[in-house]
Every structure is written in C-alpha cells, then in structure tokens.
C-alpha cells in the first residue's frame, strides 16, 4: 500500500524558512513524477512544486520562485520543500503528491495527473 506522510509543518513568523519533508513508501517510484501542493481554507488546491525523479526537470509555481525549492532523496525515498522569506499568504495545509509515471512540465502542475496523495501538513505564517 502506497503511503506518502508530511511531516515540518508548523507556525512560523513572516521572513521565517521552513524545510517541509515527505516520506513515500510501498512502492518504487523511480521514473515518478513527484510534487507539493496547498490549499488555503475556502480556497482551491494549487500547484507548488514538482520535481522528476532525477531531480533534472523541476518547475516551480510563480507564486514561490525564488523563495521554495524542491528537492528530493531517492535512497531515502523522501521528497522534500525548502521554503524561505514566509509570507502569510503562504499559509496553507501542503500535500505531497506522487504520480506513477513520468509527467511533462506542462503537466506537473495538474493535480490530476497524480495518482497518491499525503494527508497533508499545516502551514501557517504570523504577520
């Protein structure tokens, strides 16, 4: 059975960094797509960060360039977000997700296209 569990998240400060972590099991991901996403409450999910699996294709949502970074630990199995200058819009509950299959930069942003889902870890930035 495939599990992917958060763990990192917390309450931090506006500027604050955070390093949010992902371990995945029950399966093999090599060649997997694998990505963060948030929702914000009364708000959609949105795309954050996604990474293949030899972390060479990464694509980050505009919204967090230059502040979040993606990363990932294939002996390990654990996918990781650093993110830094928090900003309270950033506040949110972020998901790790993991596909089965190798997706596209132009897909890596379709939550659809991820097939596992993590329960998800809070996020929230004080002002």
């Known amino acids: 059975q495939v599990q992917l569990v958060e763990s990192g998240g917390t309450l931090v400060q506006t500027g604050d960094s955070l390093r949010l972590s992902c371990a995945a099991s029950g399966r093999s991901f090599t060649d997997s797509t694998m990505g963060w996403f948030r929702q914000a409450p009364g708000e959609e999910r949105e795309f954050v960060a996604a990474?293949?699996?030899?972390?060479?294709?990464?694509s980050h949502a505009d919204s967090v360039k230059g502040r979040f970074a993606i990363s990932r630990d294939n002996d390990q199995n654990t996918l990781y977000l650093r993110m830094s200058n928090l900003k309270p819009e950033d506040t949110a509950v972020y998901y790790c997700?993991?596909?089965?299959?190798?997706?596209?930069?132009?897909?890596?942003?379709?939550?659809?296209?991820?097939?596992?889902w993590g329960q998800g870890t809070q996020v929230t930035v004080s002002s």
């Open positions: 990474t293949s699996w030899g972390g060479t294709r990464t």
């Open positions: 997700a993991a596909a089965g299959k190798f997706l596209s930069v132009q897909d890596m942003s379709v939550a659809s296209r991820y097939d596992y």
